[in-house]
């Protein structure tokens, strides 16, 4: 079957649609094929199915090989439902190595009302969790049963649904336990420790939070998830998570969590997921972004850490997709201070592949759930599968030496090693490690030698400083550092001899309790921003800092250090550092800060401010979207119908100065109010050159007639501002065959820079066709010697001389670049492709080869999509789910469509952007460079 879908997928259009209306005319029966393993190199085995085992949760493995498994029973079961009253524990075996479960499965406990977490600690001790607890079972008598129960942790709330409370499980290096909350329908809760410890909530969304095994010291460790369903930590120490549901910004996501992480979410901004205070993939500045977007409801994950699985798997993220009935495989690659990673699919089943929990055996096999039905109702049914490599089985590493044994690539001989030491705790050993840990050139063992030194508190100064000299490791000297305030959480960490590299620097700024000896640093990191995870660490860094630090950076004429200093006091919950100049700020993205944060903390005494902040100049939709949201969070009487009307009022107010005018106008179509015919026919007649401007530019794209007769006129016009002609001619390329007369009068202008315009617009034309001569055009030239000619670019600034004017026609020509049919810059463009309205924060050489190389990083939000439905084949991006199980997807002309997942037969991931690879053939280097002009100073002509 598998094989049929990739055929399809490699076939033309025509020839596609023909085979899939073939193949909808077969027998259902012949698509109920098991899951296949797209790695020739594993096998997948059916370890157990109904009757025997049904809807299964959450797996995890002993250290004998056996698999204990949650069997849910108490997940909506409906009234003829009489399979049992509670959630069970099972243990399956495989004695006899069939890879099968043995007949003789054992029931370890039962009783439990919503289970949905299970983890293995150490030998006879599990923790369960269910929606409200969270306990610690003990099998005291090895009898394989659970004789013992111990509540660590409980939470109080009304909330009852089964899979938004409590979840997933962790452990880290020191093996304090995490675990994760769901967004609890949003609901007042308390949650208590066993210690006493407790922390109380709301609408803040889902969670993670951190304790002792003994369920001491509660802590909450990151926030801003929707469903955070299960946890894993990979050899690092990394905590990272998948979040369950996006609602209507899909990609779910894979994240990386970190300590004082803000991922996004809230309940009680609305569950749409639409709320522009919303950021699902770090787009506000004191948010973070996902790791990875992953397929539809995720609810397992593993960190691979063995030697049986090929080498290249080691330290891989492997997750089950509920929804898009696959495995898929997360291959980390360091990104700055975080990870970044692509999603593989490594098993893929049909619709009655449904897997949930996932765990990994210390043979490094791989065990998994499998739902079977789409129904939410426990029904009977339910499989679990094994995953593991076929006969060539490479045997166990060699272990020739303590630091092989220290390094050992299968997590729990790592851990056996750890404790072998732990038991000795001699003098030389400790030095012994300590070396290891400098000198060695095996990562694991470095890591894990940091481990035993944490346990024997054995992490000084001495060794910190050692770590940071040029040529260690920067993970291990981070990590050391973490350690080091996890154990001295009153000390300050020394400063370091030397900064190794970002994870390094994170750690340093994350951990220190001053932040004035990295003040120099910490402003670079602010002032940049190229790094999430180092701008949320040097925030931090500043909260524990002196006022007078953040009072400079209020006062700064750069306006991320501006914004720098809202972050700090928005983090202190100091709310009457927020008065009504923020509101007035001249930086966009300080006021939407300022706006979001008045909105939130309930300063209805900044209602007045943000109303005024409507008109104050610059202005676009994301930021008025924001007001108007923040003016409705504190009951002002401003419903989002008034303020768009006001926008529309306020275009025509001859009162107000034109570019804000302009921006009005712009806002207004950008957020849905309709425009009369008279209003840009109004504006294209102004005095005023701005207002004449926006006028043609909020007719790019449009191919009605009596948007093309208003271009041609204002085209045609000797007496009109050239620049405003040449604006009007780009209008004309959306629809060049109608305009092909009015393109060739054009031709024989008097001015020449109109008559170059005109056969810009004509060159791909297919009634005129012409191109760049063979040779010339850029994607030929970097082919040709694209390193050298990018670094004598550079070299020569030819990207700092591009004019933004010119960028922003080559943007928007509808036959050039055409980069405005999928991408909105500034409120004008298509909605297919990322708004590129923040390009601006980027370096210049980030903008050039994010353009040169569109499948180098594709944002997750954006992942490319083959499908062949029962109405054709389909290649474009998911841009929001809707209800009704519906979808709408966006198509490379800019187009979107409303799609229904029943009519959705064969859906297949691509790892290419949508992005056509050859645009830049269009384009001369000179080109190139005012399209980069443009990207980095979009606000030119208000400038």
Known sequence: MLKIKRQILKMNSLKAFSFYCFVFLLPASLFADPPKVLDERLELHLFLEDPKIATPVALTADDANRIWVIESNTHFPKGDYNRHTSDRLWVLQDRNGDNKADENMIMAADGFQHAMALMYLKKGTFVLGTRKEIFLLEDTDEDIKIDKRTLLAGLDTSANYPHNGLSGFALDELGYLYFSQGENFGKNYTLTARDGSFLKGSGEGGNIFRMSPEGKNLSLWSTGF?????????????????????????????????????YGYRYDLGRSGLHPFIAWDGQHPDTLPMTAGTGEGPTGLVCYENEAFPQEYFGDLLSTSWGDHKIERFKLQKNGASYRAFSQILVQGDRDFRPTGMTQTNHGEIFFGDWISVSYNVHNKGKIWKLNVKKEHRGLADIKTKEDFLGHPNRSARYFARSLWLQRKSDRLIEETKKIVTESKNLNAQLNGLKILAKLKKIDGPLLKNLSQEGRSEIVAGKAWKLFSLLNPEKDPPIPSKILGPQHLYHV??????????????????????????????ILALTRGPESIVTELASSKKAQLRLAALMVNKRKNNNQFLNASWLADADIEVRRAAAQWAGQSGR??????????????????????????????????????????????????????????????????????????????????????????????????????????????????????????????????????????????????????????????????????????????????????????????????????????????????????????????????????????????????RIVESILEPNK???????????????????????????????????????????????VLIKEQKTESLMPANLIDRLTIEEFAHLVAFLRNPNYALD
Not at 234 to 253: A, E, K, Q
């Open 857 to 903: 990083e594709v944002s997750p939000q954006f992942t490319t999509w083959n499908m062949i439905t029962k109405q054709g084949p389909k290649t474009g991006t998911i841009l929001q789910a809707g209800g009704q199980h519906k979808f709408l997807m966006g198509f490379g002309d800019g187009t979107q469509q409303w799609i229904n997942e029943g009519d």
């Open 604 to 845: 209805k005494d900044l209602v007045e401010a943000l109303e005024k902040s409507l008109r104050v100049v610059p202005l676009n939709r994301e930021l008025f979207q924001t007001i108007v949201a923040a003016l409705k969070m504190l009951g002002a009487n401003n419903s989002e119908n008034k303020n768009k009307e006001a926008l529309k009022k306020l275009a025509s107010d001859q009162s107000v100065s034109p570019a804000a005018r302009a921006i009005a106008l712009r806002l207004a179509a950008s957020t849905g109010v309709r425009l009369n015919t008279e209003l840009i026919p109004k504006f294209a007649s102004s005095d005023s050159p701005i207002l004449r401007r926006e006028a043609v530019r909020q007719l790019w794209g449009k191919r009605d007639s009596e948007s093309q007769k208003i271009l041609g006129k204002i085209a045609l016009d000797t007496n009109e501002n050239v620049s405003i002609r040449r604006d009007a001619i780009v209008g004309l390329t959306s629809q060049v065959g109608p305009s092909f007369k009015t393109l060739q009068r054009l031709m024989i202008d008097s001015n020449t820079e109109v008559v170059d315009e005109a056969k810009k617009a004509l060159a791909y034309s297919a009634k005129n066709p012409q191109e760049i001569p063979e040779g010339k055009g850029l994607s030929a030239l970097l082919l040709k010697d694209g390193k050298k000619i990018l670094q004598e670019a550079f070299k020569r600034h030819i990207f700092e001389e591009g004019h933004p004017e010119e960028g922003e026609r080559i943007f928007y020509n509808a036959s050039g670049a055409s980069c405005g049919t999928c991408h909105r810059l500034n409120d004008l463009g298509g909605k297919v492709g990322p708004d590129l309205t923040n390009a601006t924060h980027m370096s210049t050489q």
């Open 226 to 262: 929707w469903n955070p369903f299960a946890l894993a930590t990979n050899t690092s120490g990394d905590v990272f998570t998948i979040d369950n549901d996006p609602d209507s910004r899909p990609p779910c996501r894979l994240i990386h969590a970190i300590e004082g992480g803000q």
């Open 509 to 538: 700024l994350h951990s220190c309790k001053k932040p004035e000896p990295y003040l120099e640093q910490i402003k670079t990191i602010l002032a940049e921003r190229k790094d999430s995870f180092l701008y949320t660490a040097a």
